[in-house]
C-alpha cells in the first residue's frame, strides 16, 4: 500500500476529530512508545542480567567448593601429626579416627558436587577438561591416602592388641609419616593444590567478568528506557505545540482564572467562556470544581475546628489519666512501705517466738499460721507493687552475672521442699549441656520459675512435676560479629509439666489476666490469681513469650523461650535464698540483728522501713535519691554515718549491683 495515501488518511483522520480525541491519539502514542521502549529494555536487561547472575552464583559456589575442599584436605594430611600425639589414648584414638572418616567423607562430597556442577553448567566453566581431570586426581588421590591411614589403623590396632610391642606406636606413626607412599601422596596433594589454585585464580577472573557483565547488563536497560523516554518527551512536545494553536485563547483565560483561584484563594471568581466545545466543557469543570472546594474548604474549616477541640478534650483526658494512673502507682507504692513495715515486724516477732522451747503445739500451731498468713499477705503486695509497676511501664531489668547451676540448685531446692509437702515427685531435667553462667535479672528469673512452679505444685494432687531446660546456640548476625560488644548469645527454653487437673481450653487466654482463678474456689483462695499475670508480663519484658498447652484432667505445660548472654566462667556466689539468715532478736528501735556467715562487719541500720526505701530506690536505678537519702540519714542520726557514706560513695559510681547487695544483707 502507498505510503502517501496512508499518510494522508492519517491527516484526514485527525483533521475530524475534536480535541479530545486529538490529544488522546497523542498521549496514547507517547505512552505505546515509552511502554514499548521500558518493556524492550526491561526484557533484554532482565535477560543479560540473569545470565550475568547465573554466572556469578555459579563462580561464588565453585569459589565456595574449592576453598572448602582444601580447608578439609588440608586437615585430612594433618591427621598423623595428631595419631602421634594421641597414639597412647584409645579414646582420643578413637576420636580421631572419626573425625578423619567424617572430613573424608566431606571431601567425597565436595568433589561430587563439583563434578555436578561441572556437568550442569559446562558453558560457565572455565578449562572444563582440566577440572575434570583434576577432580578425578582428586578423588584418586584421596583414596589412596584414605587407604594408607587406614593401614596404619590396622597396624596401630594390631601393635596395641599385642602382648609383646615390637615397635612404640609413635615410631610407627613416624615411619608411615617418612614412607615414600605417604611422601608420594603429599607431593600429589600439593601438585594438586598448586593447580587448584590456578583454577581458583581462573574463577576469580570469571567472578570479575560477571561482575562486569552484570554492570553492562543494567546500564544496555538503562539506555534503552532513557532513548524512550526521551522520545515519548519528544512526541508530548510536539503534540503540544500543535494544540496550543487551536485552544490557545480559552486555555489563557481558563489559566488566569485557575492562577488567581490558587495564588490569591479567590473562590468567587468564575471562567466566563460560553463556547460548547471541549474548552468550554474545561471552563465549566472549572466552575463547578471552584464551588466544590469554596465547599470543602468551609466544612475542613468546620472539621479543623471540631478536631482541635477533640484533641483539647483528649489531652486533658490523658492528663488526667497519667495523673490518675501515677497517684495509683505512687499509693500502692508508698503503702506497700507502710504494709510491709508492720508485717515484717509481725513476720519477725513470730519467728523470733518460733525458737521458744517452752510452747506448746496450740502455740505452735497459731504462729505457724501467723507466718503463713504474713508470708501470704506479703506475697500479695510485693505481687500488686509489681503488676503496678509493669502497668506503669516502671519495672526495669537488672541483669547481672548467674551461676547458672547454683542458681538452679537453689530453685530445686524450694521446690522440692514444696512438693514433698503434698507427697508430689519433684524432677529437674537439664535436656542439653548448659552453660556454666549467663547474664539476666536473676531476681525476676527466680520469680518466673518459682511461680510456675508453685501454681504446678498447688493444682496437682498426684504424680509430678517436671522442670525442664534445654539450650541451643542463636544464630548471629554479621553485625552483632562485628561489634565491639558481642555477646555470645543462647536461646534457653524453660518447661514446666505437670500431672494435674489441667485447665479447659477455653479458659487458657483467662489464666494471664490479673486477678483470674478458673480453679476450684478451695485453690482459688490460696493464690492472689498475679502470678501467672506477672510472670507473662516479665517473660514479654526479656524478649520471650509464656506460652501454655493443657487439657482437663491430663495435666499442664507452661513453656518461654529467651535468648541470654552466656560466660564460660563466672563466680560462684551465695544466692539470697541459700544465704542461712536467721533473725536471733531485736536491739532497741533502730536496727534488727541477724546472723549472716557471709557478713563479717555490721553496721547500724535505719528502721526497717527506711531499708525498703533504698532497696526499692536501688531496684529503679535511682543513683540521685539514693544520694538524698543518704544525706538525710546522717542528718537523722550520726550512728547511721557509715552506712550513708557507704552509700553515697556506691551511688556516685552508679554501682547498682553493689547498692542492691549491700541493701540485701540487712532485709528479711
Known amino acids: 500500500m502507498d505510503i502517501a495515501k496512508i499518510t494522508k488518511k492519517i491527516r484526514q483522520k485527525l483533521a475530524s476529530s475534536n480535541i479530545e480525541r486529538k490529544i488522546g491519539y497523542g498521549y496514547a502514542l507517547t505512552i505505546g512508545i515509552a511502554a514499548i521502549g521500558t518493556t524492550i529494555g526491561l526484557f533484554i536487561g532482565e535477560y543479560y542480567q540473569t545470565q550475568a547472575q547465573q554466572k556469578l552464583i555459579l563462580v561464588d559456589q565453585n569459589q565456595d567448593l574449592i576453598q572448602e575442599l582444601q580447608n578439609h584436605v588440608l586437615i585430612l594430611r594433618f591427621h598423623p601429626q595428631q595419631l602421634i600425639t594421641v597414639a597412647d589414648n584409645s579414646i582420643w584414638l578413637q576420636y580421631e579416627k572419626d573425625k578423619f572418616h567424617a572430613n573424608n567423607a566431606r571431601i567425597n562430597t565436595i568433589l561430587s558436587e563439583l563434578n555436578v556442577l561441572i556437568h550442569n553448567n559446562p558453558k560457565y566453566i572455565v578449562d572444563i577438561k582440566d577440572y575434570q581431570t583434576l577432580v578425578r586426581e582428586y578423588e584418586q588421590t584421596v583414596e589412596d591416602y584414605f587407604q594408607l591411614i587406614e593401614s596404619l589403623w590396622k597396624e596401630m590396632d594390631s601393635l596395641n592388641s599385642s602382648t609383646s610391642k615390637t615397635l612404640p606406636t609413635k615410631e610407627l606413626v613416624l615411619e608411615t609419616i617418612q614412607s615414600n607412599r605417604n611422601s608420594s601422596s603429599e607431593i600429589k596433594f600439593e601438585r594438586l593444590s598448586e593447580k587448584l589454585i590456578s583454577i581458583a585464580n581462573l574463577i576469580e577472573i570469571q567472578d570479575d567478568e560477571a561482575n562486569q557483565q552484570l ?28 494544540t496550543s494553536k487551536a485552544i490557545a485563547s480559552p486555555i489563557q483565560e481558563v489559566t488566569r482564572v485557575a492562577e488567581k483561584v490558587t495564588r490569591q484563594s479567590d473562590f468567587e471568581i468564575q471562567a466566563q467562556i460560553n463556547t460548547q466545545d471541549e474548552v468550554g466543557l474545561l471552563a465549566e469543570a472549572l466552575n463547578q470544581l471552584i464551588a466544590q472546594v469554596k465547599n470543602l474548604l468551609a466544612e475542613r474549616e468546620a472539621e479543623v475546628m471540631r478536631q482541635k477541640q477533640q484533641s483539647e478534650e483528649l489531652q486533658e483526658a490523658k492528663e488526667a489519666a497519667d495523673a490518675a494512673n501515677r ?3 505512687e499509693f500502692i507504692a508508698n503503702m506497700s512501705h507502710e504494709l510491709r513495715t508492720p508485717l515484717n515486724g509481725i ?158 481450653s477455653q479458659q487458657l487466654d483467662e489464666i494471664f489476666q490479673a486477678f483470674e482463678q478458673v480453679s476450684d474456689k478451695k485453690r482459688q483462695d490460696e493464690g492472689t490469681g498475679l502470678g ?3 510472670s507473662k508480663q516479665l517473660v514479654e519484658l526479656m524478649g520471650g513469650k509464656l506460652q501454655v498447652r493443657s487439657a482437663l484432667g491430663q495435666g499442664s505445660t507452661f513453656w518461654f523461650e529467651i535468648d541470654l548472654p552466656v560466660l564460660a566462667t563466672v563466680i560462684k556466689r551465695e544466692t539470697r535464698e541459700n544465704k542461712q539468715r536467721q533473725i536471733v532478736g531485736y536491739q532497741g528501735s533502730r536496727k534488727l540483728a541477724t546472723t549472716e556467715a557471709s557478713t563479717a562487719q555490721t553496721l547500724i541500720v535505719p528502721p526497717l522501713e527506711e531499708m525498703e526505701i533504698l532497696y526499692e530506690l536501688a531496684m529503679l ?34 554501682q547498682e549491683k553493689a547498692i542492691v547487695h549491700l541493701l540485701e544483707q540487712y532485709l528479711p
Open 215 to 242: 554492570i553492562q547488563a543494567d546500564l544496555l536497560k538503562q539506555k534503552i528506557i532513557i532513548i524512550s523516554m526521551l522520545l515519548s518527551v519528544a512526541i508530548a512536545v510536539l503534540l503540544a505545540q500543535y
Open 532 to 534: 501467672l499475670a506477672i
Open 621 to 654: 536505678g535511682s543513683m540521685k535519691k539514693i544520694r538524698e537519702r543518704a544525706i538525710y540519714l546522717e542528718e537523722l542520726d550520726e550512728q547511721y554515718a557509715p552506712l550513708a557514706a557507704q552509700l553515697k560513695n556506691l551511688a556516685q559510681g552508679f
Open 327 to 329: 497517684a495509683k502507682s
Open 347 to 504: 513476720l519477725g516477732y513470730a519467728q523470733i517466738l518460733s525458737r521458744d522451747c517452752t510452747l506448746n503445739s496450740r502455740q505452735r500451731k497459731g504462729l505457724k499460721i501467723i507466718q503463713d498468713s504474713g508470708n501470704h499477705l506479703l506475697t500479695l503486695i510485693n505481687d500488686i507493687l509489681d503488676i503496678s509497676k509493669i502497668e506503669a511501664r516502671k519495672l526495669e531489668l537488672f541483669p547481672q552475672d548467674i551461676h547458672l547451676a547454683t542458681f538452679l540448685s537453689g530453685i530445686e531446692n524450694i521446690v522440692r521442699m514444696r512438693a514433698m509437702e503434698k507427697n508430689l515427685v519433684f524432677k529437674y531435667q537439664a535436656l542439653t549441656s548448659l552453660p556454666t553462667g549467663i547474664i539476666a535479672d536473676e531476681k525476676r528469673l527466680r520469680q518466673i520459675l518459682l511461680n510456675l512452679l508453685s501454681n504446678a505444685i498447688k493444682f496437682t494432687d498426684l504424680g509430678q512435676v517436671t522442670l525442664k531446660i534445654s539450650s541451643r546456640s542463636r544464630e548471629i548476625s554479621l553485625q552483632e560479629e562485628e561489634s565491639s560488644n558481642f555477646l555470645n548469645y543462647q536461646t534457653f527454653r524453660f518447661e514446666v509439666t505437670d500431672t494435674g487437673i489441667g485447665i479447659d
